[in-house]
């Protein structure tokens, strides 16, 4: 009991520090120049955060819709839809960058996304809650890639790339957190209007911390080939093994697979819920170091390999040591070490390994195309573990190790 207390104590403890950090900078980027990029991740922050409170609960929400589907499968549907919206999005999100404001197709995102949430909480149609969660992942993609793009426009060092990952990091931790907190004493309606009303917030703050020298897309003169890039050997190498590994082990094993199997193991909702918030928690630690480490020390190459040595050896670990609830966050604290360093990597090593790739085809159209495949990754990861794990349910590799 003593040791979960003070695991209790020690994640809201980093937790709010964490907060801290993200308001106190964030009013800071909003106000002064020099610190824009703060001001710019504190915008991004709020935008998510409008996205994830309601991650938590939104598969009971979407339950208690009366239609004659089985209810696993009327839990699931939306989360597979999302996932398809953002796939959708970020290609044409790319291509009408070349030719509007980036700083005003983030807006006009923001706004759609209130209105979105608005109806979201208002409709009691399960296929018309379907159609809004579409149009809302399609929003969602927009405003992930362009933050991208903008910050790509900078530089694609990783201390600059890092704003977007704390952004989206601080968002899911703080997510869950609201979430579940506040389904405590309001109805799911009414914080799904309190999530419009963070989407709308984003929308107003975002002009105050928003350099237009780089609100537009480079190489707009280079149209983007997706047959090219498709049939490019070294591009589909390095998403295979880099960006859509990732995506497959960040949605379908530490958001969906996790969860579940430590639920068929009895644990309680607390303990699954610290378990994730602990891979987040360590995520959002690690990114400052571990983007200073890459940007000073050129060893780019082997933080890679380390990566994946460390992501294999941790899903490894988790199968072998299964049933035991601290064995299970050791692994779950090194898969999120070893994911930290991935996540870190991914934007600054596309100049580096594909720089033929990016002079012939342009650097922007192929960070796009990469982050468009990656998406790949999100959206069949739910499908492929859960069929993997209904048909290994009952085989010993999942209760006793390999």
Same mark, same amino acid.
């Given at each position: 009991m003593l040791t979960n207390n003070l695991f209790d104590y020690f994640t809201y403890g980093v937790m709010a520090l964490l907060f801290l950090y993200q308001f106190t900078f964030g009013i800071k980027?909003?106000?002064?120049?020099e610190f824009h990029? !703060?001001?710019?991740?504190f915008f991004?922050?709020?935008?998510?955060?409008?996205?994830e409170v309601s991650r938590s609960f939104f598969p009971i929400f979407v339950s208690n819709f009366d239609v004659a589907i089985e209810n696993n499968?009327?839990?699931? *549907?939306? %989360?597979f839809a999302w996932a398809f919206g953002v796939f959708l999005a970020t290609p044409y999100a790319w291509k009408i960058s070349k030719k509007m404001d980036i700083c005003h197709i983030m807006q006009y995102s923001c706004l759609i996304t209130f209105f979105i949430l608005v109806c979201t909480g208002l409709t009691h149609d399960y296929f018309i809650m379907l159609l809004l969660r579409i149009a809302h992942s399609v929003c969602f993609g927009i405003i992930s890639l362009l933050a991208v793009v903008y910050l790509v426009n900078i530089n694609t060092k990783a201390s600059t790339i890092k704003y977007f990952l704390y952004s989206f990091t601080l968002s899911s931790i703080a997510g869950n957190f609201l979430g579940g907190y506040l389904s405590l004493y309001f109805?799911?309606?009414n914080i799904i209007f309190f999530s419009a009303f963070l989407s709308l917030f984003s929308f107003l703050i975002l002009p105050y911390c928003f350099q %237009?020298?780089?609100?537009?897309?480079?190489? %707009?003169?280079?149209? *983007?080939?997706?047959k090219k890039l498709l049939t490019n050997f070294n591009i589909q190498s390095f998403s295979l093994l880099t960006t859509l590994p990732y995506r497959f082990i960040f949605s379908g094993f530490v958001l969906f697979f996790i969860p579940i199997y430590m639920h068929n193991l009895d644990y309680s909702m607390q303990k699954i819920g610290q378990t994730v918030m602990l891979f987040f928690i360590i995520n959002a630690i690690l990114l400052e170091p571990v983007? !200073? *480490? *890459?940007?000073?020390?050129k060893?780019? !190459?082997?933080?890679?390999?380390l990566s994946l040595f460390i992501i294999g050896t941790s899903i490894l670990g988790f199968f072998y040591f299964s049933d035991d609830y601290y064995h299970i966050l050791i692994c779950v604290g090194f898969l999120s070490v070893g994911m930290s360093i991935s996540s870190c990597l991914q934007i600054p090593l596309i100049p580096i390994i594909l720089a033929q790739e990016c002079e012939k085809f342009g650097k922007g159209n192929v960070i796009a195309y990469i982050r468009t495949t990656e998406r790949i990754g999100s959206t069949i990861s739910g499908l492929v573990i859960a069929f993997f794990y209904q048909l290994s349910r009952n085989a010993p590799f999942f209760r006793t190790g390999l």
């Open positions: 980027g909003l106000t002064k120049q990029l !703060h001001g710019f991740q991004l922050f709020l935008y998510f955060l409008s996205s499968l009327k839990m699931s *549907i939306p %989360q109805s799911y309606e %237009q020298e780089f609100a537009t897309a480079k190489e %707009q003169s280079i149209s *983007i080939d997706y983007s !200073h *480490i *890459i940007d000073k020390y060893i780019s !190459h082997y933080l890679l390999l």
